[in-house]
């Protein structure tokens, strides 16, 4: 069972930066895939970045690509998401999740954190 827990977020301007870590309880911790998603009210949970358990492999929603990074510190069993040059529209709860590979797709996650809300004022 693995255990994600989400911290970073807060109330920024836009075209400021936030940086967000998800922080996990497993020791064996390199060998998953994490992946980022954010989620509005009534919306679907949408993809933003994943990583594999390496770092060898990155993806990104192309709505992020250039402005979001992920990337992890295994000895720290921490994975980042550094977020620049933020927008009105990347509020939202942002969650980490964890599964044996990084894929984009929610329902392939099995460990999800509690979600940290970013908020990006106009």
């Known amino acids: 069972q693995v255990q994600l827990a989400e911290s970073g977020g807060g109330l920024v301007q836009a075209g400021g930066s936030l940086r967000l870590s998800c922080a996990a309880s497993?020791?064996?911790?390199?060998?998953?895939?994490v992946g980022w998603f954010r989620q509005v009210p009534g919306k679907k949970r949408e993809f933003v970045a994943a990583?594999?358990?390496?770092?060898?492999?990155?993806y990104y929603a192309d709505s992020v690509k250039g402005r979001f990074t992920i990337s992890r510190d295994n000895s720290k069993n921490t994975v980042f998401l550094q977020m620049n040059n933020l927008k009105p529209e990347d509020t939202a709860v942002y969650y980490c999740?964890?599964?044996?590979?990084?894929?984009?797709?929610?329902?392939?996650?099995?460990?999800w954190g509690h979600g940290t809300q970013v908020t990006v004022s106009s």
């Open positions: 497993e020791r064996t911790f390199s060998s998953y895939g």
């Open positions: 990583i594999s358990g390496s770092a060898e492999r990155t």
């Open positions: 999740a964890a599964d044996q590979a990084p894929t984009t797709t929610p329902v392939t996650y099995d460990y």
